[in-house]
């Protein structure tokens, strides 16, 4: 069976802060992807990084980085000198076959 | 390019009432999704379409539940009746190929909807 663990349920750093949110999967399929969406306040849900199981190779965006190991099937998301308009439910999500699954989301708080 | 478009925003009914959701993909994308988000069970797929042709409905609650993708532009998503337990939050995403090993999910803004 196919799961997605994000432990964390809720963040909250002063800004400038870095946080890491954790997401750890379960899955036996061989090739695999995994995402990150965020969710604003606002509602929609916007998609950050796709990440295939054949790449393992660490990845940074600006002040977003993402670390995937698949030794510890993890793939953690980093926020650095977080701000304000971080705050937001952050999902990390397995696809695998024709379905997404989604982990129930880390909400992040970032004070002024 | 515009994106993924549902109406309506906000849908307030009663108990019993029929409910229609509606989606227009992004013009191109060959998969459709209806996801549904609530507080206790997340994000849960639903149903999705490949070409306009229903695939997996497992995720679909109940037979009170339906949808259809008449043609590559529309789907609608169905409850009749409608109870308070349905009161979620739900999204209808697109994308092309085998969205999994190819494109992200492109997701709408969402229903609102409340059963009351």
């Known amino acids: 069976a196919q799961k997605v663990t994000q432990a964390q349920t809720e963040i909250s750093v002063v800004e400038k802060e870095d946080v890491t949110l954790d997401c750890v999967y379960e899955?036996?399929?061989?090739?695999?992807?995994l995402f990150w969406y965020k969710q604003p306040p606002s509602g929609e849900l916007v998609f950050l990084i796709r990440?295939?199981?054949?790449?393992?190779q660490n990845e940074i965006s600006g002040r977003y980085s993402w670390n995937f190991q698949k030794s510890t099937s993890s793939f953690n998301f980093t926020i650095t000198a977080s701000q304000v308009v971080d705050s937001a439910v952050y999902f990390c999500?397995?696809?695998?076959?024709?379905?997404?699954?989604f982990g129930a989301g880390t909400r992040l708080f970032v004070k002024a | 390019d515009a994106g993924v478009i549902q109406s309506p925003r906000h849908e307030v009914t009663e108990m019993g009432q029929e409910v229609t959701l509606r989606c227009k993909p992004i013009?191109?994308?060959?998969?459709l999704f209806w996801y549904r988000q609530t507080m206790m069970r997340g994000l849960e797929l639903l149903i999705y379409?490949?070409?306009?042709?229903?695939?997996?409905d497992s995720g679909m609650p109940e037979d009170r539940f339906s949808a259809k993708m008449p043609n590559a532009s529309f789907s609608t998503l169905k409850i009749q009746p409608s109870e308070p337990r349905d009161s979620a939050v739900y999204f209808c995403?697109?994308?092309?190929?085998?969205?999994?090993?190819?494109?992200?999910?492109?997701f709408g803004n969402g229903t609102r909807l409340t059963v009351t």
């Open positions: 995403a697109s994308s092309f190929v085998r969205p999994s090993y190819n494109s992200p999910l492109h």
């Open positions: 899955t036996r399929d061989t090739t695999y992807y």
């Open positions: 990440r295939n199981s054949f790449d393992e």
């Open positions: 999500a397995l696809g695998g076959g024709f379905k997404t699954i």
């Open positions: 013009s191109g994308h060959d998969y």
């Open positions: 379409f490949n070409n306009n042709v229903p695939i997996d």
